[in-house]
């Protein structure tokens, strides 16, 4: 892509996964483009299974907050985190929470 952004990539190796892994991978893709176009939602823009290496790549957004440091940097700094971050964080979660359950799915590993 030449557009100049940042994208995060996830390659694994299916060389050596059982086929559950396999088939958990490949719904993953799956899902993700069922709520693709959410602003909440990390937007899958491509993905490659190359069937004869046993690779498969997603090409999806970089997420530009990673709340597990921001919170833990803010339980350092304040031992918990403050109100009004706590309240912005988890309503941006819930509007996350909603698209995925409109799209007919439900989400088994919501972490901060």
């Not at 390659?11 to 050596?16: R, V, Y």
């Not at 803010?74 to 509007?95: A, G, N, T």
Request: aromatic fraction near 6%; hydrophobic fraction near 40%; include cysteine.
């Amino acid at each position: 892509m030449s557009d100049h952004k940042s994208y995060a990539v996830k390659k694994t190796n299916l060389a050596n996964l059982d086929i559950e892994s396999v088939k958990a991978l490949i719904n993953e893709v799956d899902l993700m483009k069922k709520v693709k176009n959410h602003e909440r939602c990390i937007q899958l823009y491509d993905y490659e299974l190359d069937k004869g290496r046993k690779i498969l790549q997603i090409v999806m957004e970089l997420g530009s907050t990673d709340l597990n440091k921001l919170f833990k940097a803010e339980i350092q700094k304040h031992s918990c985190v403050p109100e009004p971050d706590r309240s912005f964080y988890w309503k941006k979660m819930l509007l996350a929470v909603q698209a995925v359950h409109r799209a007919g799915l439900i989400h088994s590993d919501i972490k901060p």
